[in-house]
């Protein structure tokens, strides 16, 4: 079982920034990718961006040049550094990860969710 908890959520004014960080923890082998999802009201769940084993990056053209995904190896963490935050990016955000057990088995892992609400 592998676990992803996020945190870093919560209401910022248009123009401002915030920081989601997300953890895996479990019996982890190897990570390939982490990522970041979002889903607003009515709406279907959208890629945000992505962050392979090498560092390459994916990025939503939404978000590019606002946006920046990042990972800690050593800690199993994937970080969004979100800045010039508009309304149209409030939802909530999503973590996923994929990568192979211990066991050799593969994981596709969600974590619970963060509510980020961009308002005056």
């Known amino acids: 079982q592998v676990q992803l908890v996020e945190s870093g959520g919560g209401l910022v004014q248009p123009g401002g920034s915030l920081r989601l960080s997300c953890a895996a923890s479990?019996?982890?082998?190897?990570?390939?990718?982490m990522g970041w999802y979002r889903q607003a009201p009515g709406k279907e769940r959208e890629l945000v961006a992505l962050?392979?084993?090498?560092?390459?990056?994916n990025y939503a053209d939404s978000v590019k040049g606002r946006f920046t995904i990042s990972r800690d190896v050593a800690k199993n963490t994937v970080y969004l550094q979100m800045s010039v935050l508009k309304p149209e990016d409030t939802a909530i955000y999503y973590c996923?990860?994929?990568?192979?057990?211990?066991?050799?088995?593969?994981?596709?892992?969600w974590g619970q969710g963060t509510q980020v609400t961009v308002s005056s």
């Open positions: 962050i392979f084993s090498g560092g390459r990056t």
């Open positions: 996923n990860t994929k990568g192979e057990r211990y066991s050799l088995m593969s994981f596709d892992s």
């Open positions: 479990g019996s982890i082998s190897s990570i390939n990718v």
